[in-house]
């Protein structure tokens, strides 16, 4: 399968978000409206388009897989420091496992790197993130905003260094929760 990745159209946000509906519709742990977040997210003032990519097969120019940053901020007392969410990765189900995800993933936090941001985190499967950089966020002494598996909750440095000096609670916009 020939793939590219590329940013994310207006005219692409249909067929984007039956990709992510698709991905999710067997998944235990969803909720089924990861496609209604995305929405979301675009509408509000965290979406970069420029960290909305898909995947493309090139054979039939049909979109495979889609990845989404968006800004969040972590929050410690008075200070906060802006970093980016990595949620969600959407692949169509008969293309997982072929390597699309980490195309999108890759690329997604390589442009973050290229458009000045530092940090991103993400709460994902511990066993499939860390093969990006991704380390447990309590490294930092950064928190989710919610309960769940320490192990889950992971952050990565886009350049070295930059949460040294960073901790407290992810502050996800209310986007997240609506």
């Known amino acids: 399968m020939n793939i590219t990745i590329r940013k994310e159209l207006p005219e692409d946000y249909k067929s984007t978000e039956k990709v992510v509906m698709s991905a999710f519709a067997n ?5 089924k409206k990861e496609h209604e977040l995305v929405s979301r997210i675009r509408k509000s003032d ?3 388009p420029e960290l909305s990519l898909v ?9 495979i897989g889609h990845v989404l940053l968006s800004k969040i901020k972590i929050i410690d007392d008075n200070e906060s420091a802006e970093s980016l969410a990595l949620a969600p990765v959407s692949v169509l189900p008969d293309n997982q496992n072929k390597g ?5 993933i890759l690329e ?13 985190v993400v709460m994902g499967h511990p066993e499939y993130y860390p093969r ?16 769940g598996s320490e192990e889950a909750f992971m952050a990565l440095e ?4 930059t949460l040294d ?13 609506e």
């Open 132 to 147: 990006f950089g991704f380390k447990k966020a309590s490294l930092w002494g950064i928190k989710a905003p919610f309960e």
């Open 27 to 31: 998944m235990a742990f969803s909720d």
């Open 55 to 63: 995947a493309i097969n090139k054979d039939n120019d049909e979109i």
């Open 165 to 177: 000096n960073v901790s407290g609670v992810v502050e996800y916009p209310s986007v997240f929760f």
């Open 100 to 104: 699309i995800g980490k195309l999108l």
């Open 46 to 48: 965290v979406f970069i």
């Open 158 to 161: 886009l350049r070295e260094s």
């Open 108 to 120: 997604a936090l390589q442009k973050a790197k290229e458009l000045g941001y530092s940090s991103v």
